[in-house]
């Protein structure tokens, strides 16, 4: 039998039996369209993904406190006090070794905040203005936090978008006093939110500068971490490598 003579057979029994070869082809339809759809949403997932780790920091390393060894059981970080031990000195050591593009020493706890008649728990960052580069940050309305702002102690903060939303509603924050404790902060900054669905909404945060952190709101000499920013990917473990040595 010649290929014309199998083509003609296969078209007269598809003619006599439409609703079959119908469903057949609606069947063979659907499954092409369900393995394209799952492709699609795949490579979107994965991007998704790979933009709100990207948005964490560029070639981050964070230096935090270790854990202590006793009686042959390990404390985690922060349950004891010997474990204060990060400071500004360890930031400028690691900050002078090759490779490292930008630090950002960090104090971070909870406390109220408020404005007027609203008030929230909100998570107190102490930062230095490497904190932008190091975790990949922007500020959407006026300014963040500067070096003259650090070493003067200023008593001035900075909120993410949904910190300000929360405490001041559609009024503009930007030169409004928030109270923290005791500390009047005047407001200089609101960040943009880089977050997405994906990951959550940012916790409500509030930044103020490294040295206010520790001297006027917590009292205290120490870092609960360092943000590293490698100068690329490829020297991440040797710069590791370098910090632990220092």
Do not use: C
């Amino acid at each position: 039998m010649s290929i014309r003579e199998y083509v003609r057979n296969a078209i007269s029994t598809l003619k006599s039996n439409k609703l079959r070869s119908g469903l057949s082809s609606l069947w063979i339809i659907i499954g092409i369209l369900s393995v394209v759809v799952l492709i699609a949403v795949g490579q979107w997932a994965q991007q998704s993904i790979l933009s709100n780790v990207e948005a964490l920091g560029t070639n981050l390393l964070t230096v935090t406190p270790g854990g202590d060894q006793q009686s042959n059981v390990r404390w985690s970080a922060g349950w004891m006090s010997s474990q204060n031990v990060l400071t500004l000195e360890e930031a400028n050591l690691i900050a002078s070794l090759p490779n490292v593009k930008a630090i950002s020493p960090e104090y971070s706890s909870r406390k109220q905040v408020v404005y007027l008649s609203n008030n929230m728990q909100a998570s107190i960052y102490g930062v230095a203005p490497g904190y932008l580069e190091v975790r990949n940050s922007e500020v959407e309305k006026w300014s963040f936090i500067s070096q003259s702002n650090v070493d003067n102690v200023d008593k001035v903060a900075v909120l993410w978008s949904e910190t300000a939303s929360e405490l001041f509603g559609t009024e503009d924050p930007i030169g409004k006093d928030i109270h923290i404790g005791r500390n009047v902060l005047t407001v200089i900054g609101v960040m943009k939110s880089k977050w997405t669905q994906s990951f959550g909404n940012a916790d409500s945060t509030v930044f103020v500068p490294i040295s206010s952190a520790q001297r006027r709101l917590f009292g205290t000499k120490y870092l609960s971490s360092i943000g590293v920013s490698a100068a690329s990917t490829e020297v991440i473990d040797s710069v590791k490598s370098d910090m632990e040595q220092t």
